[in-house]
């Protein structure tokens, strides 16, 4: 009997997987201030159940058609459960933390995920292992963030509003740190070989179900069909919930994890952008001190590799 065929190794980062990672990180950095520009219409905790539920039915049908009546019988199922699970439960954090804090507060927090995920593969899975001059850059650019935001006074004008600012920033880490194990269970289950369209239908069912029926059991579940909500929510379902978390996955199945996760700092650039130019959030000399530390932490971690190979060929 042959041996069976080894897994293919995860490539590093190439000029594909950079272009699109800078396309998710556009579209990403964007979707938080789509949910708070109509937040008076449909609550965040509604607007993210709503395009989950329709990404998870349009993932059934695609699920279905490809594999049909085998499709959840193959091992997935649990882990599956898990990881749609965890993915609820980020987005909760992330709609209730827009209630407290800003849009790019928590495109700040939230995209903390890659260090949470790089910390778990390194630890978990050999080919992950991050080298000294990584670390580094992981720690300028989590620095950089932590410039950016923590080292203000901050924008509340009283004791009440910094602690419903502070809890929302807390709301925005907790989902950090949930991404981050997601990607981690991701690729340490049989999830890490199945097509990416049913990973994330896994993740979508559940966050339809969770948060829809959060959001009935809270009072949250209001509408109002306005022009701009309904474009909002059709951004959000078909770009950002289909879309873009399709060609995430299908980047983790070919490129190595901690790698394209340290690009995904890119994110809170673009969402703190879009912010100060959509939503008039203020920009000040912390951001900007910031900003250029998180792009020197991204140099220093997908440059590290090429560094390496010139100082070995002198």
């Known amino acids: 009997m042959s041996a069976p065929a080894a897994k293919p190794a995860r490539l590093p980062l190439d000029a594909l997987a950079t272009s699109a ?31 989950s539920t329709f990404a998870a039915l349009v993932l059934a049908v695609v699920v279905w058609r490809t594999e049909g009546a085998r499709a959840f019988r ?21 709609a209730q933390g827009l209630r407290y804090t800003t849009a790019s507060h928590m495109s700040v927090f939230l995209y903390t995920a890659p260090i949470f995920a790089a910390l778990g593969l390194h630890w978990l899975l050999p080919e992950e292992r991050m080298q000294p ?17 923590l080292g203000k006074g901050g924008q509340a004008d009283s004791a009440a509003n910094a ?58 579940d209001g509408i109002r069909y306005t022009q701009a909500a309904v474009l909002s929510v059709a951004f959000q379902s078909v770009v950002v919930a289909l879309s873009s978390y399709l060609a995430w996955f299908w ?18 650039l673009f969402g703190v952008t879009f912010g100060v130019l959509i939503l008039d959030e203020p920009l000040d000399r912390h951001f900007v001190l910031g900003a250029v530390m998180v792009l020197a932490g991204i140099t220093l ?11 070995r060929r002198r």
Not at 76 to 90: D, K, M, N, S
Not at 133 to 149: D, E, P, S, T
Not at 252 to 267: E, H, K, N, V
């Open 163 to 220: 602690a419903n600012m502070l809890l929302g920033d807390a709301m925005g880490l907790m989902a950090g740190l949930l991404w981050g194990a997601t990607t981690v269970a991701i690729r340490k289950t049989s999830l890490s070989e199945a097509a990416p369209s049913k990973t994330l239908f896994y993740q979508m069912a559940a966050a339809s179900i969770v948060l829809v029926a959060y959001a009935v059991m809270t009072g949250q």
């Open 74 to 94: 193959d091992g997935t199922a649990l882990p599956g459960a898990i990881v749609g699970l965890l993915f609820a439960v980020e987005f909760l954090f992330v």
């Open 21 to 51: 990672m800078l396309a998710l990180c556009v579209c990403w950095g964007f979707q938080q201030i789509a949910i708070k520009l109509v937040a008076d219409d449909i609550s965040p905790i509604m607007q993210i159940g709503l395009r």
């Open 301 to 311: 971690v997908s440059g590290a590799g090429l560094l390496r190979e010139k100082l």
């Open 251 to 268: 980047l983790l199945r070919r490129y190595l994890a901690s790698r394209l996760s340290i690009l995904s700092f890119m994110t809170p």
């Open 133 to 149: 001059l990584q670390w580094v850059g992981v720690a300028v650019a989590f620095g950089g963030i932590a410039v950016a935001f």
